[in-house]
T-cell receptor, first 117, second 109 residues
Framework: DTGVSQNPRHKITKRGQNVTFRCDPI?????LYWYRQTLGQGPEFLTY????????KSRLLSDRFSAERPKGSFSTLEIQRTEQGDSAMYLC???????????????FGPGTRLTVT | AQRVTQPEKLLSVFKGAPVELKCNYS??????LFWYVQYSRQRLQLLLR??SRESIKGFTADLNKGETSFHLKKPFAQEEDSAMYYC???????????FGQGTRLTINP
């Protein structure tokens, strides 16, 4: 296991098309996070899962965005009817979880760069 | 509201000089603070966290609750320190990270 992987690494799509990204976390990590990063900004939180349960969603996650983690392993992020404003780097991260721990290090993937033309 | 501010987008220092990357935060409770780093063509990775109180690659950061700051310092910069640095916070009981805009540090030879 070489860390968090994301596919594809780059995606160019036309406005109005749907796109789906995949994230494979580190195998023993049960928490998985999605962030979005636009040029010149830090990553912004979108949503996170503990196992297959989606526990928190940002208001940034409009109804065109949906994320799933059906078996508690890999996750997909789908954007429907893409807009030019969706152009960004989409980062996935994973972390272990143990009760009574305040926060565990998040391990980031390389990201998927989306360009909407 | 949770917010992290890194006032410098770019910082350039000479090799061997001290470096300080500033970070200020806004949070009503007691947050956990982190510094993440991204070297060229590498993924984002944790550099250090305030609760560990450790020095990583010669960097230290002290949480100052009175000034709501978590500045990153290194007494003698090295060329391999050139990277993008992000300050981040996590609220009590929360898991998401709130990041600052980042500071691009360049160490000149």
């Amino acid at each position: 296991d070489t860390g968090v992987s994301q596919n594809p690494r780059h995606k160019i799509t036309k406005r109005g098309q749907n796109v789906t990204f995949r994230c494979d976390p580190i195998s023993e990590h049960n928490r998985l996070y999605w962030y979005r990063q636009t040029l010149g900004q830090g990553p912004e939180f979108l949503t996170y899962f503990q196992n297959e349960a989606q526990l928190e969603k940002s208001r940034l996650l409009s109804d065109r965005f949906s994320a799933e983690r059906p078996k508690g392993s890999f996750s997909t992020l789908e954007i429907q009817r893409t807009e030019q404003g969706d152009s960004a780097m989409y980062l996935c991260a994973s972390s272990p979880h143990r009760p009574a721990a305040s926060h565990y290090e998040q391990y980031f993937g390389p990201g998927t760069r989306l360009t909407v033309t | 509201a949770q917010r992290v501010t890194q006032p410098e987008k770019l910082l350039s220092v000479f090799k061997g000089a001290p470096v300080e990357l500033k970070c200020n935060y806004s949070y009503s409770g007691s947050p956990e603070l982190f510094w993440y780093v991204q070297y060229s063509r590498q993924r984002l990775q944790l550099l250090l966290r305030h609760i560990s109180r450790e020095s990583i690659k010669g960097f230290t950061a002290d949480l100052n609750k009175g000034e709501t700051s978590f500045h990153l310092k290194k007494p003698f910069a090295q060329e391999e320190d050139s990277a993008m640095y992000y300050c981040a916070l996590s609220g009590v009981g929360a898991q998401k990270l709130v990041f600052g805009q980042g500071t691009r540090l360049t160490i000149n030879p």
